[in-house]
């Protein structure tokens, strides 16, 4: 049986993504690493693959397993010359991924390594393209670089929930969100970066549903040790695309000197010039302490106009920080609207 390679390059890691779709990125990682040595070599033992990429043979045997169900012709064979191999017909080339094909996933395993603590995706990277003499270094191309200011202290949290949801434990953490600080036990699913940021998706054992927690909120992580049984992992389309939904319009008036900020924060689209020379900004937010902070980090180069009533919050709140620094009072009227209407946020 033979598979025309064209075909198979669209559909190979839609297919592998869909097969795994209750696994891990590790997982994926390494069945395409498992495919890449079955192409350029003509048998090798599940022992071996094992060996290679450190896991046990039944975790390889459950691999190949995976493979198949993605519409790889693998045979297996028992005895002193028994092993894994790819069909004889299957064989048109050395490789089902072209160039550029290739130096995707090769950037995307660099990525990974932007926030590892270990080498691992090097590693399989080495394996990727042996043999591969007309793909270029990635970085020749794009380099994407996911690690942060917080890389110290992501790293070892990224490396605990990856071998979590490998052998399949709950965590606990301790969690800090505007709501207050919580204490909670996951069963991880996956390791998420969305938004700029770091998640971990799992099933909340507290809340009994699915949720997204924000890794830089996520202090005295640890593996609990207790194995729980996967749940079918909600489709792709349920995770939401923006978890704080907008609840309100704003309109401020900018001066031309934080034009930068606003195309670097909120696109092009966001201001209309004016004849003065100044900015006309309109945006939904979805918190309001969020946006004061946005706003007083603009310091006096924004001004808000709209709603009427957090100009009067806005205010009050620079009135506030201004007694905090001079130590002269205001008006206390003032300060009881401040204290009402600054809660509501």
Not at 57 to 79: F, H, K, M, W, Y
Not at 119 to 142: G, T
Not at 152 to 166: C, F, M, Y
Request: overall charge neutral; glycine content about 6%; aromatic content about 12%.
């Amino acid at each position: 049986m033979t598979m025309e390679r064209t075909a198979f390059s669209e559909t190979f890691c839609r297919d592998i993504i869909r097969t795994t779709k209750k696994g891990t990125p590790m997982k994926i990682d390494r069945l395409i690493g498992i495919l890449s040595i079955l192409l350029q070599e003509e048998k090798v033992t599940a022992s071996y693959l094992a060996e290679i990429f450190e896991v046990s043979r039944r975790t390889i045997n459950r691999d190949v397993e995976a493979l198949l169900r993605a519409g790889i012709p693998l045979t297996t064979s028992q005895g002193q010359n028994g092993g894994i191999s790819i069909m004889p017909a299957y064989r048109i080339d050395r490789t089902v991924l072209t160039s550029f094909e290739m130096q995707s996933i090769l950037t995307g395993l660099r990525s990974l390594d932007s926030v590892a603590g270990t080498n691992r995706y090097q590693q399989l990277m080495k394996k990727l393209s042996s043999d591969q003499a007309s793909v270029k270094a990635p970085e020749s191309h794009i380099m994407i670089n996911l690690s942060s200011w917080y890389k110290s202290s992501l790293s070892p949290k990224i490396d605990l929930i990856q071998k979590t949801i490998e052998a399949g434990h709950s965590v606990t953490f301790c969690y800090y969100a505007p709501s207050g600080e919580t204490v909670r036990t996951i069963d991880p699913y996956l390791l998420v970066f969305q938004w700029s940021s770091w998640y971990v998706w799992g099933y909340c054992r507290d809340r009994k549903d699915f949720r997204m927690f924000k890794l830089n909120r996520i202090q005295e992580l640890s593996d609990t040790g207790d194995h729980y049984e996967k749940l079918p992992l909600p489709p792709i389309e349920y995770f939401p695309e923006n978890p704080y939904p907008n609840q309100f319009h704003i309109t401020a008036v900018c001066e031309p000197e934080i034009k930068w900020h606003l195309i670097e924060e909120y696109g092009m689209n966001s201001f209309k010039e004016r004849e003065d020379g100044k900015l006309l900004f309109e945006f939904d937010f979805s918190s309001k302490e969020n946006l004061f902070g946005w706003l007083l980090s603009m310091g006096d180069q924004i001004e808000l106009t709209e709603p009427a009533e957090f100009r009067r919050d806005m205010a009050e709140l620079a009135m506030g920080i201004y007694e905090k620094y001079t130590g002269k009072r205001k008006d206390p009227l003032l300060a009881t609207h401040r204290k009402q209407s600054y809660n509501k946020a």
